[in-house]
């Protein structure tokens, strides 16, 4: 009343016409609406600031659903007054009475489709449309009715959760949605519960969280789960509406269990192979694995080898990708020295977790018995190599050093020597078969080869494809067999003004011999030479010697050029020398010694060049012409023309033409009965292969003398085709054969056809042919007979 009352105060005319609300029973009798339970309200007469409605979603009554009723002051009941609505769903969703302004739905309503609707409302003149009220806004509001079933947001839900978790380990939370209004009483109040899957796991009510509910729950014994949660609406009590889900828990695997040996001794009856000798190392002898029930890297193992009787022998690694220990071989195996190993192998796990430590300790021992089965060997040299000397001076077939092979299986083959003569092309060494002795089959220069590499063979005797091979180096020792002789090919000059004891030249030697101590040379003049000698020789004790000078002065006149014998010698035993002639010419010098004039000899000897060096070059001069006069004479003969310049130069060439005749019915083609019957030949018939003899007379030749013989026709045919041949302007040049098919006139035999014979009149006597013989008997009964036989 208050509030009605200060509005029409404070709007003075007005007030009158403000809309009021109501919502139900008759008019003035103060029904309102409902509560929340639906309860009626009841107000005494009083006007109130109106602003919304309410209506319960999914009605199902027959009728329209009553909202609620406008009315304006100004409507005095005379039907003056018309009440319009506008807004959300006006005119399709809710319907207005012009006249009462009664509201009502004319659908079910859904509030999880819409929860409200805003509308606006007027009340006009029915006559003159003229506003009566201003338009106002109102709200309808729908009531939520429990009509939806919790949802959850997933179906099914996938979790995991270590095994052996301690209890009330959170696992995974789920969540359920209930589309009612959590606002208005319980419809979207959700509890949580589980419906299967105990006593295994719990679910919290409220928060919908899963718990593991038992310990020790192992994944080895079983790894997953179905969990079935329920969830239900008004708070779990009765007449609530629930969804379920499923919840599919699979226990993760944890390092709970240690690695085992499925046996504590492996030998090669129950797990390894005989493994033979002659394996390579680094080859595997044998895997081992242990079992681990756990999976991933909690089943990850490694291995090692913790003891064995042959140290260094094996080796174990691990196989990543299917946890297996591989016994590898480290060192070679000898079936002779050693048949069986025994290894001590320990596996344990990598990733270890602490929680688990009082389950034992997380690793296995097992004892591996390892057989070294006997293979046949190839022939065992004591040595890798052999390294053996001779002086080279030694005679033929001396003994240098020898070899030794043995077989080294059980069997102890014997063992059979030979050299490899690709080592040895020249065969210079042999080798004796039973015993190894290698010895040389010529005298050795240690000059021409300091060193021969060869190969031996050793071969088994029961077996030949057994063989093995060993390098054999032979060092060829030095004998002083060489005497020293002159370093180089010494020439020099001496001075006409020169004094006596001066030097002129230092000369050196060489030796090809390598003696121990390395070389010693002894230098003096000649015996012969030393009574009468213009020069001198000194020794410089370092296998040098120096050339010196008599006397003051030389003269060219006197002697132009001197020959000086140098006794060379070296200190070995046993001592080799030999005597090299220096050549020193005389020369005219200044006063510095520097040589001005010499004689031509001297200046050739100089300056030229040597007899080698002079070969040499002719040899290249002479390859250089012989190049020169073989490119020139090749150059002429490709200038030669060819003798047939164009191909239509026929002579000597032959023509062939495949053209075949068409038959003995062709009587367009070249008629050959001119060379069958020259007689038969027309002489006013013009030949089309000649020209006329009008344009081109014939050539007049001698008449051959007639011979003695009786191929007259065949002469005549041959000179009748030879002067047509003559005589045609068209007929090929030069030398051409022509050849010409003629019978000839006749026959001793005449004709055997006897189709000619059919066409003569007179009768031929056949009687001769029954003197012919049995074989012509049938032929002389058909032709022999008299007339009245064959008339017959």
Known sequence: MVLWAMVHLSSPGQGLRALRRTTGGRRGSGLTGQDANGVPLRRSKRGWMWNQFFLLEEYTGSDLQYVGKLHSDSDRGDGSVKYVLTGEGAGTLFKIDEKSGDIHATKRLDREEKAFYILHAKAVNRFTNEALEGESEFIIKIHDINDNEPRF????????????????????????IDADDATYGNSAKVVYSILEGQPYFSVDPETGLIKTALPGMDREVKENYQVVIQAKDMAGQMGGLSG???????????????????????????????VPESIELGSAVGVIRAMDVDIGQNAEMDYRIIGSDGPGMFEITTNRSTQEGVILLRKPL?????????????????????????????????????????????????RASYVMEVKEDAPKNTAIGSVSASDPDDKNSLVRYT??????????????????SVFILRELDREENAWHNITVIATEFTNPRQISRVPVYVRVLDVNDNPPTFANNYETFVCENAKANQVIRTVGATDPDAPLGGHRFFFSLAQEAAGKANFSVRDNKNNT?????????????????????????????????????LTIRVCTCDREGNMKACNAEALTARAGLSTGALVAILLCVIILLMIVVLFAALRRQRKKEPLIISKEDVRDNVVSYNDEGGGEEDTQAFDIGTLRNPE??????QRRDIVPEAFYPPIRRPVLPPTRDNNGDVRDFINQRLQDNDSDPTAPPYDSLATYAYEGNGSVAESLSSLESVTTESDQDYNYLSEW??????????YGGDDSDRDS
């Open 244 to 274: 379920t889900t499923t919840v599919s828990i699979t226990l993760s695997d944890v390092n709970d269990n240690p690695p085992r040996f499925t046996k504590s001794e492996y030998t090669h009856e129950n797990h390894l192979s005989v």
């Open 153 to 176: 947001t997933k179906d099914p839900y996938m979790a995991r959760v270590p095994e052996m978790s301690d209890i009330g380990t959170s696992v995974i939370q789920v969540t359920a």
């Open 680 to 685: 038969a030949i027309e002489d006013s018939k």
């Open 773 to 782: 013989g049995p074989r012509f008997k049938k032929l002389a009964d058909l």
């Open 334 to 382: 000898d079936y002779e020295r050693k048949r069986q190993y025994s290894l001590r192998v320990q596996v344990e796990n990598v990733h270890i977790n602490p929680r688990f430590y009082s389950k034992g300790p997380f690793r296995d021992e097992a004892t591996i018995k390892i057989i070294v089965e006997d293979v046949d060997e190839p022939p065992v040299f004591e």
């Open 545 to 581: 010697a120096s050339i010196l000078t008599r006397r003051n002065s030389y003269s060219t006149l006197q002697k132009s050029v001197y020959h000086v014998p140098v006794v060379i010698s070296d200190g070995e035993f046993p001592m080799q020398s030999s005597t090299s002639t």
């Open 419 to 436: 050299i490899d003569r690709r080592t040895d092309m020249d065969r210079v060494f042999n080798i004796h078969a039973g015993n190894g």
